[in-house]
């Protein structure tokens, strides 16, 4: 038999006892198997030190405990398999070629049927990347990674790439054992990295069906920022700790002038705003302007103030980051958000991106009007549906490295959340002052940072927001 069973990578196991071994892996409860006979222990040796096929490890359970205790070892090793414990390893000529490595608990491992003419197909959602210097095959779909490791692994998987059945393949490449290839399809399968297509050429991938809509890095992005599908680390894993400082609360500009701005009295409006319900039920995206009236410096500022600025900061000392407390939430209280307004027509303020600080409320001018501000305030435009050009247009970045110092597999996720708790309030707040708002769903993060010279991997533009005053004829719909 070509398929060895081994324990997945990341598995230690260690012998407490005469008959008792306990499991571990980074990503699971320690596992306590208690009671076990010399031939179950032989075979979790086996699985531990170089594997072995099923004909070998219930060979190892008869000449140890004889063969009345086959079943118990067939129980048993289902229930590893079943667990997502067992790697299987697919050998040609004693060398292993390939591996399938379960990564989720609802991983099965079976033997697929698999009809030699039925045509098979590489998955629109399977991948391949380099770790620890393997080649490794991950897949949104599935529950398990396949490892590439020899010949002909490589050259039978960038065959699939077209539709091929095992006799084409056979056919094909009549040198190998079409046992192999069969294996080798079976861990594919096994995995949902193949899909069969049909006479009509469609695939479950394509065919009329809910898979049919996603597009390849949404559907990562969905399974990988989510718990289930893998076993990565995730959550508040603060894996930075020790070897890198977050970015600070603030951004500091040191050298810009600070330019201040108005700050709205929040006692008269607690007293004389409109009244909450009020706001939400007649919030509405307005995207006209009144032009011969154009958005104030002083309306800007109060804006700020009511929905973004720092209104208690927490320091936690040691090598703890800041965090904040603001008008809108934010997960952790990281606020790895900035917001950049950035301006076309504002009465007493220059065209221009500015940097809005929180902290102090003030502006720094970070690029003058220029072209490029214009090609960023015209795509505002064209995303708001050509109405009015964009008096200000709010540029909001992530720090993503604020997030990154503590938070591992959801931090893109969980700024995108961000954004939509800013987009809200932003939108209340501009609602509340009589003013025309829309959030935008798109933008250009790589020419926001070529007109203002950020680097995309440290802080990248996540989201845009109209604000302008608002047009009291201006149609909506
Ligand atoms: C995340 C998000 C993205 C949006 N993207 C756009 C956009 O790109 N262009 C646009 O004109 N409106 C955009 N909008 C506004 C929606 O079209 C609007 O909220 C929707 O039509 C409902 O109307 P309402 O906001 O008046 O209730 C967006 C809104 C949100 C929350």
């Known amino acids: 038999m070509n398929l060895r069973l081994r324990f997945r990578n990341g598995m230690n196991i260690t012998k407490v006892s005469a008959d008792s071994v306990v499991l571990k892996s980074a990503d699971m409860n320690d596992l306590h198997y208690k009671g076990l ?29 004889g063969s009345a205790k086959l079943f118990g070892y067939y ?8 667990s997502a414990l067992i790697a299987h390893h697919l050998y040609e000529d004693s060398q292993p070629i390939a591996a399938i490595m379960p990564i989720a608990r609802h991983y099965k491992f079976e033997q697929k049927r698999i009809d030699p003419d039925q045509v098979y197909q590489f998955s629109k959602f399977a991948y391949v990347r380099q770790e620890d210097g393997d080649f490794v095959i991950e897949t949104p779909r599935g529950c398990a990674k396949v490892y590439l490791y020899a010949e002909p692994a490589f050259t039978l998987w960038r065959t699939l790439a077209t539709g091929h059945s095992l006799n084409d393949l056979a056919a094909l490449y009549d040198e190998l054992d079409s046992k192999t290839i069969k294996q080798f399809l079976n861990l594919l399968l096994n995995a ?9 050429e469609s695939t479950i991938e394509t065919a009329e069906g809910a898979l049919e809509m996603w597009d390849f890095h949404d559907l990562l992005f969905h399974a990988r920022s989510r718990q289930g599908r893998h076993n990565n680390p995730y959550g508040g894993t603060y894996r930075f700790r020790g070897r890198k400082q977050s970015p600070p609360l603030v951004k500091s500009y040191a050298d810009h002038e600070p330019i201040a701005l108005p700050k709205p009295d929040l006692d008269a409006l607690k007293q004389g705003d409109a009244p909450f319900t009020a706001v939400l039920e007649s919030r509405r995206s307005r995207r006209t302007y009144q032009d011969d009236a154009p958005l104030t410096f002083e309306q800007l500022g109060h804006f700020l103030y009511r929905a973004a600025r720092v209104q208690q900061m927490h320091q936690p000392g040691g090598d703890m980051p800041d965090i904040s407390f603001r008008p809108h939430p934010g997960g952790g209280a990281i606020h790895e958000l900035n917001l ?30 220029n072209e490029y501000v214009q090609r960023l305030l015209h795509i505002g435009w064209m995303t708001a549906d050509r109405r009015s050009f964009p008096q200000v247009m709010f540029g909001i970045t992530s720090r993503f490295g604020r997030l990154q110092w503590k938070y591992e597999s959801m931090v893109y996720a969980a700024t995108l959340k961000n954004v939509g708790a800013l987009y809200q309030t932003m939108y209340l707040v501009a609602e509340a002052m009589g003013l025309a708002a ?40």
Not at 75 to 82: E, R, V, W
Not at 192 to 200: G, N
Not at 457 to 473: A, T
């Open 37 to 65: 006979s010399s031939g179950i222990l032989a075979v979790f040796d086996k699985l531990s030190n170089g594997g072995a096929d099923e004909d070998a490890l219930s060979r190892l359970v008869v000449e140890h405990d």
């Open 75 to 82: 129980q048993f090793i289902y229930g590893l398999t079943s």
């Open 192 to 200: 949902e990295m193949i899909v069969s297509v049909a006479e009509d």
């Open 340 to 369: 950049y307004p950035i301006v076309g027509k504002c009465e007493g303020l220059a065209g221009g991106v500015y940097y809005y600080d929180p902290l102090n409320h003030t502006l720094k001018l970070v690029t003058p009007h």
């Open 438 to 477: 829309v959030g935008l769903g798109g933008g250009n993060s790589d020419l926001f940072g070529l007109t203002t010279g950020l680097d995309y991997y440290e802080e990248s533009l996540v989201g845009e927001f109209l604000l302008g005053s608002r047009d009291p004829n201006g149609q909506e719909w």
